[in-house]
């Protein structure tokens, strides 16, 4: 009988590589690799990396790895880190690069998927920066449901150009629209984007990529602070080493990433997105994450928050400030204790705390910045979801982003098939007051992958445009985008949606106090029309192809669905 008690090291699952005779191919492969026989005995804390060269977001993350790794060690865990891939929505802005951003949400999830479940890692620290990677890497720790703690990459700070004393990348788009009605010269524009952007880090307002690393911290996945932590900060350096050393705490304490991702703490990310002016993307987002942690949450959760929350946050691209204001005001803990009150409790946190407990010792702000909540920027959420007979299944609009003047719209139908004939058409100075831009064949089925619309809606606003013109799509936004848009249509063009029945010059009713999206069209036509209507069938490549067949409803957030799930659904 051999004795194998000298080769089993360690009671956690990546003791699969590890423990027993069975394991000595696998321990050779591990030594070759320069790691000692008492390495097999630590933790095996994956780093999951979303470093790249190409991002503004992410070209940090190498060196921030640094330090989450030191406080691996210091623990005693063992760090391992492997890289995801990392698409920047900036950049693939206006061109048929946009179709690849939501779709690869899918791919971060199931690559890091892929990679613990094949080397069997008992626990991960995630670090995302960009609007997709941040919820594909929330997703993945949902469903894996392993110990799991985020230190996202952190925002740029704001450039400064002549008069415009905070400049993001909103404001450059929106200097296009400028520059093309000559109230900017070109010369101007581009001294301007040498000076919009003054380092690396997520863009300084409150998009999508900063929307969901907020949401890390509000969903108790990142600790306090650390949400809005800046990229060039050395705050954000301490709190990758701590976050380090907390995962090897966490792992001993068994508090894996469904006891923290439950259905009280996406309803609270819902409220503090509503509080925050949050991007419309977290609509798509949220429930994804949810499909994943088996947890309920659909755009009536929204529909409900958004009546309950007021939206309180002075924040670009809704607002006044950069995200630097936030941070210097409380950050996300000062958020959340503004609106404490109408927090679920109970909410579990990476800290071993729930949300209250870590609130007990933070003050109430209340200036510019965090407005008090009985004085809000306004009394309903920063999203309002609309529904009607152009949307059945719902559709979102960014509230904090709209005029008053705009709540209500009635306007003619112009027909586009895509965002580029859109924006030329805006460019071209074919949109007239009275105005609704259609853009449809743009949702996550017949995009395929459900493109921001962000260039058509930066001319818009651009031009001074945003108080007699609407737009409203089955594709999404960029969570920077401001003005009368209406996005997520549902269901959408390709699946048979009413949008795919609008005609050149019918009447559209945009009602957001009311949360209607009406089509003046009788119902008996508009159901004759889809009888009769030619789809707009877009070339695919065989990723988006596969996406495309399997991706579910933006109501539902775009979701990949197996056939068996689909017959079931």
């Known amino acids: 009988m051999v004795d194998e008690s000298k080769m089993y090291f360690k009671k956690h699952r990546s003791g699969q590589l590890t423990n027993g005779i069975e394991r000595s191919a696998h321990r050779a492969l591990l030594y070759s690799m320069g790691l000692e026989g008492d390495d097999f005995k630590k933790p095996m804390i994956a780093i999951v990396n979303s470093f790249t060269e190409m991002v503004p977001g992410h070209i940090h993350l190498r060196e921030l790895a640094d330090f989450v790794k030191q ?60 609007d997709k990677i941040v919820p594909g890497m929330l997703m993945a720790a949902a469903r894996l449901d392993i110990p799991a703690i985020f230190v996202p990459g952190g925002p740029m700070l704001p450039g400064r150009y002549k008069d415009l004393d905070v ?15 000559g109230k900017l010269t070109v010369d101007e524009l581009m001294e301007a984007e040498r000076e919009a952007l003054p380092g690396y880090g997520t863009c300084s307002m409150l998009g999508t990529a900063n929307t969901m690393s907020c949401m890390t ?25 701590q976050s380090g050393k907390r995962i090897v705490a966490m792992l001993e304490e068994g508090l894996t990433a469904r006891k923290i991702l439950t259905r009280a ?29 088996g947890v309920e949450l659909s755009l009536r959760d929204f529909d409900e928050l958004s009546r309950k929350v007021p939206y309180i946050c002075n ?33 579990m946190t990476v800290t071993g705390k729930t949300m209250a407990e870590n609130l007990s010792s933070v003050a ?17 959420g920063g999203l309002a979801v609309l529904y009607g007979n152009l949307a059945p299944d719902g559709a979102v609009v960014k509230k904090s982003g709209v005029k008053p003047s705009m709540y209500y719209f009635e306007g003619r139908a112009r027909i586009f098939h895509s965002m580029e004939d859109a924006s030329a058409a805006v460019s071209g ?16 089925k017949g995009g395929p992958g459900m493109r921001e619309m962000h260039m058509t809606t930066s001319l818009i606003v651009g031009r001074g445009m945003d108080e007699s013109c609407a737009l409203i799509t089955d594709g999404r936004f960029s969570g920077s985008t401001r003005g009368p848009c209406i996005g997520h249509v549902s269901p959408e063009a390709a699946a048979g949606g009413p949008i795919a029945a609008v005609e050149e010059g019918d009447t559209i009713v945009i009602d957001i106090p009311n949360r209607r999206l009406e ?4 119902q008996e036509e508009i159901e004759r029309r889809l009888a009769n209507v030619q789809h707009v069938v877009k070339e695919r490549t065989p990723a988006l192809g596969r996406y495309a067949a399997l991706v579910s409803s933006a109501d539902k957030g775009a979701v990949l669905l197996c056939p068996d799930e689909k017959k079931a659904g």
């Open 71 to 130: 406080g691996v060690v210091e623990a005693g865990g063992l760090p391992r880190e492997f890289n995801t891939i990392a698409l920047c929505d900036g950049l693939c802005q206006g061109h048929k690069g946009m179709s690849y951003p939501l779709p690869s949400r899918e791919v971060i999830a199931d690559s890091i998927e892929m990679m613990v479940e094949a080397h069997q890692f008992d626990a991960m620290v995630m670090m995302p920066g960009c």
């Open 167 to 181: 400049l993001t990348l909103t404001d450059m788009r929106e200097l296009i629209g400028r520059t093309q009605t």
């Open 217 to 241: 911290e509000i969903l108790g996945m990142a600790l306090p602070g650390c949400g809005l932590a800046h990229a060039v900060s050395a705050k954000k350096r301490r709190l990758a080493k």
């Open 265 to 293: 703490a996406l309803r609270n990310g819902v409220m503090a997105g509503m509080a925050m002016g949050a991007s419309t993307n977290s609509a798509l987002h949220l429930p994804a994450i949810a499909h994943e942690a």
């Open 315 to 347: 924040i670009k691209p809704s607002g006044k400030y950069p995200l630097i204001a936030l941070e210097e005001a409380g950050g996300i803990p000062a958020v959340l204790k503004a609106i404490e009150g109408k927090l679920e409790n109970g909410h």
């Open 364 to 380: 109430l702000v209340e200036n510019d910045i965090v407005y008090p909540v009985t004085s809000p920027k306004n009394e309903e």
């Open 429 to 444: 100075d074919r949109i007239k007051q009275g105005d609704v831009l259609v853009i449809r064949y743009e949702g996550p």
């Open 519 to 522: 089509l003046r069209v009788p």
